[in-house]
């Protein structure tokens, strides 16, 4: 917690619940950012808000003990803003429930809330901002958005959605780096000089920055003074395929990677847990806008049931893409 000093009295506790708002256009890598961040401040809450109505992202926390809420179906700017302000109200009585001078003491410090990929974070800043409830028991640390070096300027050019986490930002790190071309970065500082010109920038490969270096960059004094046009409807859709059986991983990514390259405009993302039949342990699988990372394996738990997920973000919709998919990896396309 931090320390509020007023003019001409002595210092006095903040009892506000700092609040991290991490934002980023699909695929930008929030996820991996929380993950880094989570193990330098263990003590914090996490709410994850997801597009797809099947939740992927809690499963990459699995590592941390913590309190971790899920909002999925829809996104915190339109669908589910409705439910932020009671989770947070709920949030927040657990934590006053807990006596500051027992042994376990208070349940965490500092929460964090990672929005979905399409989200307008213009919403959320409502709800912490001006819901008197709300706003005096939570202090907005500020808003962090995640931008791709090899996919941030195409996403930029395309969606809205993206220009708005970057304007509404306190401060904007640079993931991915290693994956781009001299012209993607080229191309990305240019846009981001345009759309946020004063807002710090910083680079962080494989989530590899520090917590307080990061928050020293943030300066949420300064979102009372931003306007930004509203954002239009959603044409994105999501949709989920579920796999009973263990797969070979070599059979499965040409078919990830082929779809990729079959639909490179509407496909903007595709992440998923699977499991491999080698019986090693899940495996994350990510992908965004015509490019497959290498999966990543998670330690087992007893709650793994063996069944993968697929979750597939399409700007339009594919009609028949589940079937698509499922074909495609019975056929060994």
Same mark, same amino acid.
């Given at each position: 917690?931090?320390? /509020? ?6 210092? +006095?506790?903040?009892? %506000? ?18 993950? %880094?961040? $989570? ?32 909002? =999925? /179906? /829809? ?8 439910? !932020? ?24 410090? %500092? ?7 399409? =989200?307008?974070? =213009? ?27 090899? +996919?941030?300027?195409?996403? !930029? ?7 708005? +986490? ?31 010109? =004063?807002?710090? &920038? ?37 949709? &989920?395929?579920?796999?009973? +059986? ?23 993302? $595709? ?5 491999? $039949?080698?019986?090693?342990?899940? !495996? ?7 490019? $497959? ?14 069944? /993968? ?25």
């Amino acid at each position: 917690m931090a320390n /509020g000093i007023g003019l001409g009295s002595s210092p +006095q506790i903040d009892p %506000r619940i700092p609040v991290t708002l991490l934002s980023g256009f699909l695929g930008s890598g929030k996820t991996t950012l929380l993950n %880094r961040l $989570l193990s330098q401040a263990p003590r914090s809450a996490v709410i994850i808000n997801e597009f797809g109505s099947t939740p992927i992202d809690q499963q990459l926390l699995r590592e941390h003990n913590i309190p971790l809420s899920t909002l =999925a /179906g /829809g996104c915190l700017c339109c669908q589910v803003v409705g439910s !932020l302000a009671p989770l947070l109200k709920n949030l927040r009585m657990a934590w006053d429930a807990h006596p500051s001078g027992s042994s376990h003491g208070k349940p965490f410090d %500092r929460v964090f809330i990672e929005t979905s990929g399409v =989200a307008n974070p =213009a919403p959320v800043l409502d709800i912490l901002l001006r819901e008197r409830w709300l706003a005096a028991r939570y202090r907005l640390d500020g808003i962090i958005t995640m931008v791709s070096a090899a +996919q941030g300027a195409e996403a !930029l050019s395309r969606f809205p959605e993206a220009q708005a +986490q970057v304007v509404w930002a306190d401060a904007l790190v640079i993931s991915q780096a290693d994956l781009a071309t001299a012209g993607q970065i080229g191309a990305l500082t240019e846009q981001l000089g345009r759309l946020a010109p =004063a807002t710090p &920038c910083l680079r962080a490969d494989q989530g590899a920055i520090g917590l307080e270096a990061l928050m020293a960059f943030v300066r949420p004094e300064a979102l009372r003074l931003r306007k930004v046009a509203p954002v239009p409807g959603h044409t994105f859709h999501s949709v &989920c395929v579920q796999l009973d +059986q263990p797969l070979v991983w070599g059979r499965l990514r040409p078919v990830l990677a082929s779809l990729l390259n079959r639909y490179p405009g509407q496909l903007v993302r $595709l992440k998923g847990v699977v499991y491999a $039949l080698d019986g090693s342990g899940p !495996l994350v699988v990510q992908g965004a806008t015509g490019t $497959l990372f290498p999966p990543v394996r998670l330690p087992a738990t007893a709650a793994d049931d063996g069944r /993968g997920r697929l979750v597939f973000i399409t700007d339009g919709e594919i009609p028949g893409l589940p079937h698509i998919v499922i074909e495609m990896i019975r056929a060994g396309v």
